[in-house]
């Protein structure tokens, strides 16, 4: 009776041996991916792709301001929708897909505020009607590129 016993222990002892080489190459792979993924929470460079993007939206609402702004009534109405739904567009797009901020909950709840009073402000001139005639969206996202730019600067200092 002995001998079925010892051959038991042989062979849990076999079976935790092979899982555990997996289970340690598992854990590493999931370190590297962390690593990963925490480098590029800690602030990257601002993302020229990204906001030429966003500028691509932002010159598409100006110039339908610039179209739709000669006629008064619609002109305004068209702003305030169309505007609202593309800068929330950019606002999104922003949020989402840049980095530059820093890993730093505080900085980066900073910059997502700044972002949003930007783009409110914008919403705010456009709407007044001498003033809706200018590239004043896109130049919001110009002044968004660069204070990501400054703040990526300040975070690598």
Do not use: H
Request: proline fraction near 4%; hydrophobic fraction near 50%; aromatic fraction near 8%.
């Amino acid at each position: 009776m002995v001998v079925p016993a010892v051959g038991v222990v042989e062979r849990t002892v076999v079976a935790k041996k092979t899982p555990s080489k997996t289970v340690e190459r598992m854990y590493d792979r999931r370190v590297r991916e962390l690593g990963r993924m925490q480098s590029k929470a800690t602030g990257e460079k601002p993302s020229m792709i990204l906001y030429m993007v966003v500028g691509v939206f932002a010159l598409l609402k100006d110039v339908t301001d610039l179209l739709f702004g000669l006629i008064p009534v619609i002109g305004i109405a068209t702003a305030v929708v169309f505007g609202f739904c593309i800068s929330t567009i950019i606002y999104l797009l922003l949020t989402a897909l840049d980095r530059s901020g820093g890993a730093q909950n505080l900085r980066s709840s900073q910059m997502f505020i700044k972002r949003l009073l930007v783009l409110l402000g914008t919403m705010m001139v456009d709407i007044i009607p001498l003033l809706n005639f200018l590239p004043i969206t896109t130049l919001s996202v110009m002044l968004l590129y660069w204070m990501a730019k400054r703040e990526w600067k300040q975070g690598a200092a």
